[in-house]
């Protein structure tokens, strides 16, 4: 218990801490209502329960690196339980024979569950130190060619070691004292660990003991006092702003989904990102979130190939900004500094292909991805200042409809192939569902084997379809993803008028692309409809028989999980179950579903040379394939298929890739 003049000495230290504290939380306040839009709070519960779920559970960070993200999360938890470890300490400090939730079992548990995680807390807080600072992991690291801040540079590792330090000395602190305390009144049989080391100082003086016991409650405490002001502008942060950002983002109907652009407000001067001002407040929440972790560019093809871009060096860079300007930025005055200038430069800006690889992988729940492509928007529409490459696919959506820039007719697909029954919606009124043949489908030599391939499935199973024919148009996905969202907004606009006219209510389209614009974005336009990918209709058709195929022929195939397929809309298991019905052996590559790696042609990169780096997507994620040894290398993408054939001609490699839909369809009885 502290005397009269130790409690008056604490509590003055505690107001003191708590006084700095909230001058440094207040410019974070501040910081994020300096953004724009709004935090969200709507299904309250749903997200109350993911953003408890992510602190308590770690549930978000054990999804990768299962070592390493067991040892952060048995930290995690130690610290989490010393909230409570600490509140009981400072209570038997200033009440007399004072037992934090009392001496019964549920004080016995209590005790027991703070002595172990103390142990496992100091074991893994040494061991993510050794990590760091002796092995130098290069998960940890970021190159030389990516814009990182200087602070950021020289930052990161002064903050790690700050931040590594305390919890090791706060806990073991306590620990220790704790020790001393069961050596002067004997072990504890519900603190076992600590009964041991309180075994060293057994014979020891008791005034010694009680000095030492004293001295390790301040200097535990006292840590608490001297960090919290700290806490605010230190990586630590994520603890707290992680939770945070699940409990406040936006909701989307799939990730990559973007938001809709009001150009009929006469008001909005600003389109797009050019400065922190004009970012979302989630959006500046991400970099008090950001814990720092380099899982999102571990998982981003553009850095994997050795382009400039890392989404975790934005965000800190982001973070850095702020802790230096964090006064100014919070007040009235503009910071007047573009992005490009200290968060990425203009090539990272480009290479980035929305595979959203860093939105899945995210433990705190970032979306740096946003941050590129909403910069992209103000790059386009505000500056006019783009890759010269995309103009071609530009003027070829606006005057053509298609980013192939041709003017030829859209059914020529279907009257190349004899016997194909295809018929528009003029022709056939009255259909069941719509087949969205898309611009690959009705322009690209291979896109259009796709869309014959498919067909041929179609008229083989009975299904009632037709086409639009002359009046599909591209959805604009390329558009809206290099930031050309005004050009996005006509196209989406008379594409739904030509659906709702022919009054569609099911779409089905081969391409992943017009999948997710058809479904996630176009009910932002009024265009509300029902859309899946040939691969789960395909896989519907085979459980239910209306399919016949011929499942004796053995082949051996791998499958390329497309990101606008996979991790945008959630379609895995479709194709596998298809290919395994027509007896086909899958051999997987290391990265499959969610983890997949990008071919290379997200975010407009399709239509533009891709930035310079050490390799190029598409041949990495073509080399992976090689290794599997398999027969054959199966899409169901047609960018996918561009991308991944041009790779295998590249490495002058015999491994062939085939569509999902042509495998199918080669086995039809």
Same mark, same amino acid.
């Given at each position: 218990m502290l005397t009269s003049y130790g409690k008056i000495v604490f509590l003055l230290a505690l107001c003191l801490s708590v006084f700095l504290s909230w001058r440094s939380f207040s410019v974070m306040i501040k910081a994020i209502n300096k953004g724009q839009g709004k935090l969200h709070f709507d299904h309250l519960g749903s997200r109350l329960l993911k953003s408890l779920s992510s602190l308590f559970l770690q549930n978000t960070v054990l999804t990768s690196r299962p070592v390493v993200s067991l040892i952060h999360s048995l930290v995690a938890w130690a610290f989490i339980l010393y909230m409570l470890v600490n509140l009981g300490d400072v209570l038997a400090g200033y009440i007399a024979n004072f037992h934090f939730l009392g001496t019964g079992l549920i004080g016995n548990i209590y005790r027991l569950f703070v002595d172990i995680f103390s142990v496992l807390g100091l074991v893994g807080v040494s061991s993510l130190l050794i990590r760091r600072f002796v092995f130098s992991s290069d998960e940890l690291q970021i190159r030389e060619n990516v814009l990182l801040l200087d602070s950021a540079r020289k930052g990161i590792k002064r903050d790690s070691l700050i931040v590594g330090l305390f919890i090791f000395f706060h806990v073991g602190f306590r620990f220790l004292g704790e020790s001393f305390y069961l050596a002067m009144g004997g072990a504890d049989q519900w603190q076992p660990l600590a009964s041991i080391v309180g075994t060293l100082w057994l014979g020891s003086d008791s005034e010694i003991l009680t000095i030492l016991f004293h001295v390790c409650w301040w200097l535990a405490l006292g840590l608490i006092l001297l960090f919290i002001p700290y806490f605010p502008k230190s990586k630590h942060a994520h603890l707290f702003m992680g939770p945070l950002n699940y409990l406040t983002q936006p909701y989307r109907s799939a990730p990559g989904t973007m938001e809709k652009i009001d150009f009929e407000d006469e008001n909005a001067e600003q389109f797009g990102i050019a400065k922190m001002e004009h970012m979302e407040k989630t959006q500046i929440l991400d970099a008090y979130a950001c814990i720092m972790c380099n899982r999102c560019q571990m998982a981003c093809p553009a850095y994997i190939t050795g382009k400039e871009l890392s989404p975790s060096a934005l965000e800190i860079n982001k973070r850095y900004f702020l802790n230096q300007n964090g006064a100014k930025f919070a007040g009235d005055e503009e910071t007047n500094q573009s992005l490009l200038d200290y968060g990425l430069t203009e090539s990272a800006l480009w290479a980035c292909t929305s595979c959203a690889a860093c939105v899945e992988i995210c433990p705190v729940g970032n979306e740096p991805m946003y941050d590129i492509l909403n910069i992209r928007r103000d790059r386009v529409l505000m500056e006019a200042k783009f890759p010269g490459q995309l103009q071609n696919a530009f003027n070829g959506m606006e005057r053509n409809g298609n980013p192939w820039n041709m003017n030829k007719d859209r059914m020529e697909w279907a009257k190349e192939e004899p016997g194909l029954d295809v018929k528009t919606v003029e022709e056939k009124p009255e259909f069941d569902i719509l087949f969205w043949v898309g611009c690959a489908g009705a322009f690209d030599q291979r896109g259009q084997k796709i869309a014959q391939s498919?067909?041929?499935? #179609?008229?083989?199973?009975?299904?009632?379809?037709?086409? #639009?024919?002359? /009046? !599909?148009?591209?959805?604009?996905?390329?558009?809206?993803?290099?930031?050309? =969202?005004?050009?996005?907004?006509?196209?989406?606009?008379?594409?739904? =008028?030509?659906?709702?006219?022919?009054?569609?209510? /099911?779409?089905?389209?081969?391409?992943?692309?017009?999948?997710?614009?058809?479904?996630?974005?176009?009910?932002?336009? %009024?265009?509300?409809?029902?859309?899946?990918?040939?691969?789960?209709?395909?896989?519907?058709?085979?459980?239910?028989?209306?399919?016949?195929?011929?499942?004796?022929?053995?082949?051996?195939?791998?499958?390329?999980?497309?990101?606008?397929?996979?991790?945008?809309?959630?379609?895995?298991?479709?194709?596998?179950?298809?290919?395994?019905?027509?007896?086909?052996?899958?051999? =997987?590559?290391?990265?499959?579903?969610?983890?997949?790696?990008?071919?290379?042609?997200?975010? %407009?990169?399709?239509?533009? !040379?891709? !930035? $310079? %780096?050490?390799?190029?997507?598409?041949? $990495?994620?073509?080399q992976e394939a090689e290794k599997t040894h398999a027969e054959k290398l199966c899409t169901a993408c047609p960018f996918c298929m561009t991308m991944l054939r041009d790779a295998g001609n590249e490495l002058n490699s015999d491994l062939p890739v085939s569509d999902f839909a042509e495998i199918i369809a080669n086995r039809l009885v």
């Open positions: 498919f067909t041929k499935i #179609l008229n083989a199973a009975g299904v009632n379809f037709a086409v #639009l024919g002359s /009046k !599909e148009n591209c959805t604009g996905d390329s558009a809206r993803r290099t930031g050309n =969202e005004y050009l996005f907004a006509m196209m989406a606009e008379s594409n739904v =008028e030509n659906l709702n006219r022919a009054n569609v209510k /099911k779409i089905v389209t081969t391409c992943p692309h017009c999948l997710h614009t058809l479904k996630n974005e176009y009910p932002q336009f %009024g265009g509300n409809y029902e859309v899946i990918h040939h691969t789960q209709l395909i896989d519907e058709m085979l459980s239910t028989g209306k399919l016949k195929i011929n499942s004796d022929e053995e082949e051996n195939i791998t499958f390329h999980d497309p990101c606008y397929l996979g991790r945008h809309n959630n379609v895995f298991d479709e194709p596998r179950r298809g290919m395994k019905k027509a007896g086909i052996k899958i051999s =997987e590559m290391d990265r499959i579903r969610n983890r997949s790696f990008c071919c290379g042609a997200g975010g %407009g990169n399709m239509w533009k !040379e891709e !930035e $310079e %780096g050490q390799e190029a997507v598409r041949r $990495e994620r073509f």
